[in-house]
C-alpha cells in the first residue's frame, strides 16, 4: 500500500513496512521523548522560566539517592496498572479505567485494615495477604464490568470504565468523609493511619524496594501470562481479530471477562501500594492521576512488560521532578503534567514512522533515462 | 499489423524482487492478448506501468508507435487507454449514469442524463448489454457491474482495454456474454488485454498470449498454435498433471446431514431454505452456484460460526445444531474458510501461532493452563515441510506468506491431525482455490483427493465448475438457499449445472 503526495519538492510517498523493526520503534520513542523535552524547554522559556536550572533539577529525580527512592515509590502504582493495562490493550479492551481499579483496590486494602483495627478481626500476619486477596479481587471485579457489558451486550468498554472512575472516586470521598473518617483526626477527611504491618515494609524496612520488587514480579507475571500460558494465547488472538477467534472455538466472553479481571486486579494492587505504600493511610484524591499516566506508560513501553518497569520508573521520575520543581523553584507542577501529555503526544505520532516509511522521491526520481 | 502498445524491455524493481525484468510486450489493434501467469509473475505491475501508476525503471512504452512517459493514470487515460480492476470501483449509491459520467472532460454544471444517459445505452446496446444508466449502482449483479465499468472506458473513447482477472466474479454465461462482448471490441478495431490465470478462458478469447514467471516473458504465441498443457508448462515452468487420479467414492458410513437447515445472511434475510444434504466418510460432494447463493452460509452454519433458524445439523451421529464453534471442532471437523486472509488467518502473528490456532489448547501442546511451546516449535517445522509451506522460517508474520502459502498453512492446520490426533471426519473447504494460482490449485487439490482416500467426507464449495466436475462425487447446486438438484459423477455436464444455476438468475432480472 502506498500514497503518493506532490509537493512543490517532489513526491513523498508513504509506503506501509512490511514488518516494523525493533530498532525503529525503539528509535522513534526515545525520539519522541527528546522531542517533547525540547518543546516543554521551549514553552518554559516563553513563560520566563529559567530551563536549564528546571532540567537540573529533573536530572536529579533520576540520579539523587534519596529523590531517587520516592521516584520509584511512586512509580509502583503507575507500573502495576500499566502492566494490567498492557494486558487489556492486547485484548483490543480499551480500558481507561485503571484510575477507578486503583481507587477500589484502595477500599479494599484500606477496608481490611479498618476491619482489624476496629473489630480485631484478622491476624497480623494474614492481613497484609489478605490486603493484597481483596484488591486484586475488588480491582478486578471493577474491570469485569465493564468487560461483562461488552463481551454479552458490545457496549462500548471505553466510555463504561472511564465513567466507573468518577464511581470510584466519589465512593472514597464519601468513605472517608463518612464512616471512614479517623475518630481522632480532628475531623479531616483522612482514615486512621496504617499500622506498620499492613505496610509494604518487608524488603529493607523500605516501600520503594519493596515496591521494586512488586514491579518485577508483576512483569514477570504479565510476560508469563501474555507469552506463555493458552490463556494469553487466546488474548492475543482475541485482540487481533474476533472473527478468527470465534472460528478457532475460542470462548471470545470468557477471555475478555478473565483478561479484564486480571487487568483491573493488577490496578488494585496498584491501589494497595498507595495507602499502605506511599500514604500509610486513605484520603481523597489519593492518586493524581496513576491509572491515566499508566495509559501514557503502557503505550510508551509498546506494552512491554518489562519496558513498562523502565518507563513508569521515568514517569515516577518525573512526578518526583515535578514535586521539587514547585517546591524549589515555584514552578506549578502542572507543567509535568504538561510534559507527560506532550511526551504522549509525540508517542502518537512516532506510530506512523514505525507502521509506515516515508520515501522523498524528488523532482525526477524513477523517470526514465 | 498497427501497434497500439508497445512495451520494450521494461524494468521494475521493488525492494528485493524484480517484478519486471526486461519485459517485452505488444498489443495490435483488434485482437485480444491474453496475459497469462501465477499469481506474483508480474502482470499486474506490467499492467501498472502501462497505466501510468508506476514508473518503470527501464525500458519505454509506446502507445500508436509514439514514445511516451506515463506519469499518472490521468495521462494514460488521455491516450486511450482504459482499465477494469478486479475489485470494482464504483460508487455504490450513485446511479449508472453518475458513475460513467463522472470522469468525462466536458461536463456540464447540470448533467444532461437524457442525452448522456442515451448516449451510454447505445453504447451498450452494441455490446447487447441491457443496462438501464437510471439504476442504483448496488442494485445490480457483479456481471452488470463489470459492464459498467466497461461503459465508463468505452465511454471516454478509449480504444486500448485492460482487464484484470474479469471473469473471477461472473457465472458461466455471464464469462460468455463478456466474451462475445470483447470480441465484437476486437472487430471494432480496439485492443484488448486479457490477464487471467485461467488457461481455458485463453483459448476461448484471445487471439495471442503472452506467458509470464517471475517477471519475465517467458512466451508470446499466437493462441491457435498453442496447447493448454504447452501454456501450463510455461507457466508453472514444470508440467502440470491436470487430470489428477481419482478414487472411487467408497460409500462409507455417514459424516455429516443437515436437515431442513435454515439460516439468515449478515443482512437478516434467509439465506438457507430448507437445505437437505449427507455426507459420506470417502466422498467429495460439491457445491456450485453462484457465489452469495447460501454458500457461505452453509458451510458457517456446519462449522457452528452461524446461527441456524431452523433444522438440524448432525456431525458423527451428534446433534451439532447451534453448538459452539469448539465443540464442532472437537468432534473432527476442519473449516476452510472463505477469503482466507480475512476469516482464516491472523496476518500479524507468526507463522507457528497461525499454524497452532486451534491445536494450541489440546495435548501436547499445553497442558491446563501452560502452553508447550518447544512441542510446538518442533512440529511447526514439520508441518511447514510437509504442507511445502514455503517461507524462510516459522517466526515471520503470516502476513509475509503469498496467498497459495496462506492456504497451505491454512491446510497443515485444519488437515494433518495436530488437533486431537487422526485425520478430520469432515473438511468443510469453502472456495480453497479462489484466487489461487496453478500451483497452489493443484495443492489444494491434491491434498482433498488425498484426506478421500484417507476416509474423510468432504463439502467442497467452488465458483469453478470444471474444478468442481473434476474433483466431486456428487454435485449438489445451490440457488438462493436452496438446493436445486444433485448429479452423480457422470451425469454432469457444463451445460446442466450451468442451467440449475442460472434459472435464478434470470429470474432475478
Known amino acids: ?369 | 499489423m498497427d501497434e497500439l502498445v508497445g512495451l520494450r524491455g521494461i524494468v521494475k524493481r521493488f525492494p528485493g524482487v524484480v517484478a519486471n525484468d526486461h519485459v517485452d510486450f505488444t498489443l495490435r489493434r483488434g485482437e485480444v492478448h491474453a496475459l497469462l501467469g501465477e499469481n506474483g509473475a508480474g502482470k499486474t505491475t506490467l499492467m501498472n506501468i502501462l497505466y501510468g501508476l508506476y514508473k518503470p525503471d527501464e525500458g519505454g512504452i509506446y502507445i500508436k508507435g509514439k514514445r511516451v512517459k506515463l506519469k499518472s493514470p490521468r495521462d494514460a487515460i488521455e491516450l486511450g487507454i482504459g482499465m477494469v480492476h478486479q475489485n470494482f470501483r464504483l460508487i455504490e449509491g450513485h446511479t449508472v449514469l453518475e458513475n460513467i459520467v463522472l470522469g468525462a472532460r466536458d461536463l456540464e454544471f447540470v448533467i444532461d442524463s437524457k442525452r448522456r444517459g442515451e448516449e451510454i445505452r447505445r453504447i451498450a446496446e452494441n455490446y447487447g448489454w441491457k443496462i438501464d444508466p437510471e439504476m442504483k449502482i448496488w442494485q445490480l449483479s457483479a456481471g452488470e457491474k463489470q459492464q459498467v465499468e466497461l461503459l465508463k472506458i468505452l465511454y471516454r473513447g478509449a480504444d486500448i482495454l485492460i482487464l484484470d482477472e474479469p471473469t473471477s466474479v461472473l457465472t458461466p454465461q455471464e464469462t460468455r456474454e463478456l466474451f462475445r462482448a470483447l470480441r465484437r471490441m476486437a472487430s471494432e478495431g480496439k485492443g484488448i488485454i486479457f490477464i487471467t490465470h485461467k488457461l481455458n478462458e485463453v483459448f476461448e478469447v484471445s487471439d495471442r498470449v503472452t506467458v509470464m514467471r517471475k517477471g519475465r516473458v517467458v512466451v508470446t504465441e499466437k493462441t491457435t498454435e498453442t496447447t493448454q498443457e504447452q501454456l501450463a508448462n510455461y507457466m508453472v515452468g514444470r508440467p502440470v498433471v491436470f487430470r489428477p487420479e481419482i478414487a472411487e467414492a467408497v460409500s462409507g458410513e455417514e459424516v455429516a446431514r443437515v436437515i431442513d437447515l435454515e439460516a439468515l445472511s449478515d443482512k437478516g434475510i434467509p439465506a438457507l431454505r430448507k437445505v437437505n444434504l449427507t455426507i459420506r466418510s470417502g466422498e467429495i460432494v460439491g457445491i456450485a452456484g453462484v457465489s452469495g447463493n447460501g454458500q457461505v452460509e452453509l458451510a458457517e452454519v456446519m462449522a457452528g460460526l452461524r446461527k441456524a433458524t431452523g433444522g438440524r445439523v448432525i456431525i458423527a451421529g451428534v446433534d451439532v445444531t447451534n453448538k459452539d464453534p469448539r465443540k464442532i471442532i472437537e468432534l473432527g471437523v476442519a473449516y476452510i474458510p472463505p477469503e482466507s486472509i480475512k476469516w482464516g488467518i491472523i496476518p500479524d502473528m507468526r507463522i507457528v501461532d497461525n499454524l497452532f490456532l486451534k491445536a494450541y489448547r489440546y495435548h501436547p501442546y499445553s497442558n491446563k493452563l501452560i502452553l508447550n511451546w518447544r512441542k510446538i516449535f518442533e512440529d511447526s517445522e514439520r508441518l511447514v515441510r510437509d504442507f511445502e509451506v514455503i517461507t524462510p522460517n516459522i517466526f515471520n508474520k503470516a502476513r509475509s506468506l503469498s496467498g497459495g502459502n496462506i492456504q497451505r498453512l491454512i491446510l497443515a492446520r485444519e488437515l494433518s491431525g495436530i488437533i486431537g490426533g487422526g485425520i478430520p471426519k469432515l473438511i468443510v473447504a469453502a472456495y480453497p482455490t479462489k484466487g489461487l494460482d496453478v500451483g497452489a490449485t493443484e495443492f489444494v487439490h491434491k491434498t482433498l483427493l488425498k484426506y478421500k482416500k484417507l476416509g474423510s467426507g468432504i463439502l467442497f464449495i467452488s465458483e469453478d465448475l470444471e474444478e468442481i466436475m473434476m474433483l466431486s462425487d456428487r454435485i449438489a447446486v445451490m440457488l438462493e438457499g436452496r438446493i436445486t438438484g444433485i448429479l452423480h459423477r457422470g451425469e454432469t455436464n457444463i451445460e446442466r449445472l450451468g442451467l440449475l444455476m442460472s434459472k435464478a438468475v434470470a429470474e432475478k432480472r
Open chain 1, 1 to 369: 500500500m502506498s500514497r503518493k503526495i506532490n509537493t512543490p519538492f517532489g513526491v513523498i510517498r508513504i509506503e506501509r513496512r512490511a514488518a516494523y523493526p525493533r530498532h525503529i520503534a525503539v528509535l522513534t520513542t526515545l525520539l519522541a521523548v527528546l522531542l517533547a523535552f525540547l518543546a516543554v524547554a521551549i514553552i518554559l522559556v516563553l513563560i520566563g522560566i529559567d530551563f536549564t536550572a528546571a532540567f537540573t533539577l529533573i536530572v536529579e529525580s533520576f540520579t539523587k539517592p534519596e529523590l531517587m527512592l520516592n521516584s520509584v515509590k511512586q512509580a509502583i502504582p503507575i507500573c502495576l496498572s500499566a502492566l494490567g493495562l498492557g494486558i487489556a490493550f492486547k485484548m483490543n479492551f480499551w480500558n481507561i479505567g485503571a484510575e477507578g481499579q486503583i481507587y477500589v483496590g484502595m477500599i479494599a486494602s484500606t477496608g481490611v485494615v479498618l476491619l482489624h483495627a476496629y473489630y480485631g478481626l484478622f491476624d497480623e500476619h494474614v492481613l497484609l495477604p489478605l490486603m493484597f486477596l481483596t484488591s486484586f479481587a475488588l480491582g478486578g471485579l471493577w474491570c469485569l464490568l465493564p468487560a461483562f457489558l461488552k463481551a454479552k451486550m458490545n457496549v462500548n468498554e471505553i466510555l463504561t470504565t472511564l465513567m466507573l472512575n468518577y464511581v470510584a472516586i466519589l465512593l472514597v470521598d464519601y468513605l472517608i468523609h463518612g464512616p471512614w473518617r479517623d475518630p481522632g483526626g480532628y475531623g479531616f477527611p483522612l482514615s486512621i493511619k496504617f499500622p506498620d504491618y499492613a505496610k509494604l515494609l518487608f524488603l529493607f524496612g523500605d516501600t520503594a524496594y519493596t515496591g521494586l520488587l512488586m514491579a518485577i514480579l508483576g512483569a514477570a507475571a504479565a510476560y508469563l501470562i501474555m507469552d506463555h500460558s493458552k490463556l494469553g494465547f487466546e488474548i492475543k488472538v482475541v485482540g487481533q481479530n474476533l472473527n478468527v477467534a470465534r472460528y478457532s472455538g475460542i470462548d471470545v466472553s470468557k477471555v475478555i471477562m478473565f483478561g479484564a479481571f486480571i487487568a483491573g486486579g493488577l490496578a488494585g494492587i496498584g491501589g494497595l501500594s498507595i495507602v499502605s505504600g506511599i500514604i500509610g493511610r486513605l484520603r481523597p484524591r489519593a492518586s493524581p492521576g496513576y491509572g491515566y499516566t499508566a495509559i501514557i506508560v503502557a503505550a510508551l513501553a509498546g506494552l512491554n512488560p518489562w519496558l513498562i518497569v523502565l518507563a513508569s520508573i521515568f514517569f515516577g521520575g518525573l512526578l518526583t521532578a515535578g514535586d521539587v520543581l514547585q517546591a524549589s523553584m515555584n514552578i506549578p507542577k502542572t507543567v509535568i503534567q504538561m510534559m507527560q501529555a506532550i511526551i504522549f503526544l509525540f508517542i502518537l505520532m512516532g506510530e506512523v514512522f514505525k507502521r509506515y516509511r516515508i520515501v522523498f522521491e524528488g523532482k525526477s526520481g524513477g523517470d526514465m533515462p
